[in-house]
């Protein structure tokens, strides 16, 4: 005697509608838009407030000193994004593995980044001033 085993039926998703696409599509691209632009607002509001309150002589040994750390920052991604998207797209059962590495990839690139930053502005040619906010700027790199 055989014994029938019956596989259960699944309904197949209908296909989404243009209406419900185009909802998630503008959805999405809203998301990605507004994140942007609120930090270039909040950039402009933080920067006036910074402005009046350092004057000119200390605003450029702010924006000095953070200039020296943004030398390094690019190390801290180094296009990690697109080659970990692409690979979960080929991949998306490993999308748990491949986002921990790379995760832990841009940890240690950020604490390569701060090294190159501690020892660029060891160098004698920095005041204390530009030092100290150099720190600073580091710090606000690893966050």
């Known amino acids: 005697m055989s014994a029938r085993v019956e596989l259960p039926t699944t309904v197949p998703n209908p296909a989404p509608t243009a209406e419900s696409m185009a909802r998630r599509v503008g959805g999405n691209s809203l998301w990605l838009i507004a994140r942007p632009l609120a930090l270039n ?8 407030y910074i402005v009046r309150k350092l004057g000119a002589a ?5 924006n000095l000193g953070f200039a020296q750390v943004a ?5 801290c991604n180094l296009g990690l994004r697109a080659v970990a998207v692409r690979a979960i797209a080929e991949n998306r059962e490993e999308a748990p593995v491949i986002v921990g590495a790379l995760h832990a990839l841009r940890i240690l690139l950020t604490a390569l980044a701060v090294a190159l930053v501690v020892g660029w502005l060891s160098l004698p040619t920095y005041s204390l001033i530009t030092r ?3 720190a600073a700027a580091a710090c606000s790199m690893v966050c």
């Not at 607002?41 to 006036?48: A, E, G, R």
């Not at 200390?58 to 702010?62: I, P």
């Not at 030398?71 to 190390?75: D, E, I, K, M, Y």
């Open 41 to 48: 607002v909040l950039s402009i509001v933080t920067n006036i």
């Open 58 to 62: 200390d605003f450029g040994a702010f």
């Open 71 to 75: 030398l390094f920052a690019p190390l």
């Open 132 to 134: 100290l906010i150099g």
